[in-house]
C-alpha cells in the first residue's frame, strides 16, 4: 500500500494526529473495513447498506463561510452564505483537530474535484467512517496510483460526525451541526451529520467559488452527449429528475450532478453518481435500477430485511430521500473521460407544485437568464430537514446553497456562453399537471422523455408554437406521439378559473422573487420577466 501513501502526509498540512492512517483505500478494503467496523451491512446482491441517522440530509442552515479579506468582497452574504468570524474558526478547528486525534482509525482519500486537467482541484478528505471514505472516493475523480506518491493537497475537508459543537455560541453556529467553510486556509470542517451528502456539496461549493473569476461556468446540472456528438445540459435541483433524464440508454452519460463549462469542454466535477432512490423501478429507469446490485454502490437509508438481505426501494420509513452512490462507470454508456463537447443544448429542469407550467418551452438567451437566475422548482420531500411535502420555491442558478458569488457573476458567463454557441434552451416541467400538488398528478415521464427527444433531435424546433399567455416563452402546440391537452396546462385543469388564479399568483411570485436581480441585469433580461396581469 506504500504507493498509495503521498510523501505531503497530514503532518505536513501541521494535522498531528496519533490515528491509524489509513491512506486512499480501494473499494474492497473499505467496504471490508466498514463492514467490520458495524457501520453497514451487505444487502443480497452486493451494494452496502448504511444508515446516516438523524440527518438523511443536507443541514442547510448548518453552513458557515469566513468573513475574512478574501472573501468580504466575493462571497454574496445573506440567508444561504452565513459568515463565521476568523476567530469563531480558529476555535472550531483547534476542537476539530483535537477530537480527530481521539480516533484510533481515519481515512484519507486523495482526489480530484473536476475531469478536465487543467480547471480541477486538488482535495484531500480525512473521514472517521470507512463509508464515507468510499462515498467520497466514488464520487469524485480518483487520480491513477501513481499520482498519489506526489500528492498536494489545495483543500481539505474533515468529515467527524461523532464531534459536535456543545456550545454551539463558541463557535458562532446555530446547533450540534457544522459545516465551517474556510476559503483562506482552503479548509472544511464537518462535525455533527452522517450524511454523506454534506461532503460531496463542500467540493461543488469549491469548484463553485473558484473556477468563475478563470471564465469556467459552474453548474448543478447532469450532461450527457448524443450519437452526433452533440451535448446537452440538464439544470436542476434535486428532485426534479437531472439524474434520471440524463441517464439515457441512447445517449452517453458524462455526469448525472455537477459540471463545469469551459471554452473547450463540458466537465464531469465527479467520478460517481448520487441518486435517489425511494420508488425506484427496472421499468422507469433500469440503468440507475441495475446499480443497486452492484458490489461497490453505497445505498443509504434503504430498507433492508436483516434476513433475506433484500432491500425494499419502496419503503422509506428510514427517509424519503434514500440515495444510492455508485461509479459512474457502472452506468453501461457512461463517457470514458466525463466530459464532452460544448452544449447543443440546454434544459431547465422545475417540478412545478402549482401545475401551471406546460411540459416544455422554448427560452430566449434572455429569457434562460431570467429563469437561471429565478430557479424556480419545488422542494421535494426529502432533500433538505423539515421538507416534508413539495413546496415552491426559487433557487437561484438551481443551486443556491452551493454558489457563493453572486448570482449575477453566473448568470452573465451562462448568457455569454449561450451567444457564443448559439445554444438551444428549453424549460421542461416534470412537477405537477391537472391541478396542483394535491389535486393533479405528477408529470408522466414518458411524456418528459418524449418532449425531450424532440427537443435534443432538433425536431421539436419545427414545431408550431404559441406564446404562453402567463410567462411569454413558446409553447409548441402539438407534438408527435403526445396528448395536445397536455401540452396547454390550462386544459388539464377541471376548474378554468382556479387554473388562472392560481397561475397569476405564480406570476406574482416570479415578479417579487427577480426585484432582487433587477439592479444587474440589463434591459432584455427585464423584459423576459412574465407580466403581471
Not at 19 to 42: D, F, K, M, Q
Not at 140 to 156: G, Q, S, W
Not at 489 to 514: H, M, S
Request: charged share 20%; hydrophobic share 40%.
Amino acid at each position: 500500500m506504500s504507493n498509495r501513501v503521498p510523501s505531503h502526509g497530514l503532518d505536513a498540512q501541521g494535522f498531528e494526529t496519533p490515528s491509524t492512517l489509513h491512506w486512499n483505500l480501494g473499494t474492497g478494503p473499505l467496504v471490508e473495513a466498514a463492514i467490520r467496523r458495524g457501520e453497514g451491512h451487505l444487502a443480497k446482491d452486493g451494494p452496502l447498506v448504511v444508515k446516516t441517522g438523524k440527518h438523511t440530509g443536507r443541514s442547510a442552515k448548518d453552513k458557515f463561510i469566513v468573513r475574512d479579506a478574501e472573501t468580504e468582497n466575493t462571497v454574496h452574504w445573506g440567508d444561504v452564505n452565513r459568515p463565521m468570524t476568523e476567530e469563531a474558526f480558529t476555535a472550531l478547528k483547534a476542537d476539530f483537530l483535537a477530537h480527530m486525534a481521539t480516533k484510533q482509525d481515519l481515512f484519507v482519500q486523495d482526489l480530484f474535484g473536476g475531469s478536465q486537467p487543467s480547471h480541477r482541484v486538488n482535495v484531500r478528505v480525512i473521514t472517521e467512517l470507512a463509508w464515507h471514505s468510499l462515498f467520497i472516493r466514488t464520487l469524485l475523480v480518483r487520480p491513477e496510483i501513481a499520482e498519489l506518491a506526489d500528492f498536494l493537497p489545495e483543500y481539505t475537508i474533515i468529515d467527524l460526525p461523532s464531534f459536535h459543537a456543545a456550545d454551539p455560541a463558541k463557535y458562532g453556529v446555530r446547533s450540534e451541526t457544522v459545516i465551517g467553510v474556510n476559503f483562506t486556509e482552503k479548509l472544511i470542517l464537518i462535525g455533527g451529520t452522517k450524511y454523506a451528502g454534506e461532503m460531496k456539496k463542500s467540493v461543488f461549493s469549491i469548484l463553485n467559488y473558484v473556477l468563475p473569476p478563470v471564465g469556467v461556468m459552474p453548474m448543478h446540472c447532469s450532461a450527457n452527449i448524443g450519437p452526433n456528438g452533440d451535448t446537452a445540459i440538464f439544470f436542476g435541483l434535486s428532485g426534479t429528475g437531472k439524474t434520471t433524464l440524463s441517464a439515457d440508454a441512447s445517449r452517453t452519460l458524462i455526469g448525472d450532478d455537477e459540471h463545469g463549462w469551459s471554452d473547450e469542454a463540458v466537465f464531469n466535477f465527479e467520478g460517481g453518481c448520487y441518486a435517489k432512490m425511494i420508488n425506484l423501478s427496472a421499468e422507469a429507469e433500469p440503468e440507475i435500477f441495475a446499480t443497486t446490485k452492484r458490489f461497490g454502490t453505497v445505498l443509504e437509508n434503504v430498507v433492508m430485511d436483516e434476513e433475506t438481505r433484500e432491500i425494499d426501494l419502496d419503503d422509506n420509513s428510514l427517509a424519503e430521500n434514500s440515495r444510492a452512490s455508485y461509479p459512474i462507470d457502472f452506468i453501461p454508456n457512461a463517457s470514458k473521460d466525463n466530459l464532452g463537447p460544448v452544449p447543443k443544448n440546454m434544459i431547465f429542469l422545475t417540478a412545478d407544485a402549482y401545475g401551471v407550467l406546460p411540459p416544455v418551452a422554448k427560452l430566449t438567451p434572455d429569457q434562460a437568464m431570467y429563469h437561471f437566475l429565478s430557479g424556480y422548482t419545488a422542494r421535494v420531500a426529502g432533500t433538505e430537514i423539515g421538507v416534508v411535502e413539495p413546496s415552491a420555491t426559487f433557487s437561484t442558478c438551481f443551486g443556491a446553497p452551493f454558489m457563493s458569488r453572486h448570482p449575477t457573476v453566473y448568470g452573465n458567463l451562462l448568457k455569454k456562453r449561450i451567444a457564443a454557441g448559439g445554444v438551444d434552451c428549453w424549460l421542461v416541467n416534470t412537477g405537477w399537471t391537472g391541478g396542483a400538488y394535491g389535486t393533479g398528478r405528477r408529470m408522466p415521464i414518458k411524456i418528459t422523455r418524449a418532449l425531450l427527444n424532440a427537443a435534443l433531435d432538433g425536431s421539436l424546433k419545427t414545431a408550431e408554437f404559441r406564446i404562453d399567455e402567463n410567462f411569454g416563452f413558446e409553447v409548441p402546440v402539438a407534438v408527435p406521439g403526445v396528448d395536445a391537452q397536455i401540452l396547454n396546462p390550462r386544459e388539464t385543469w377541471a376548474d378554468k378559473d382556479a387554473y388562472d388564479a392560481t397561475a397569476k399568483k405564480l406570476v406574482g411570485q416570479f415578479i417579487d422573487n427577480f426585484a432582487q436581480y433587477e439592479d444587474a441585469v440589463d434591459e432584455g433580461v427585464l423584459e423576459a420577466a412574465p407580466k403581471a396581469a
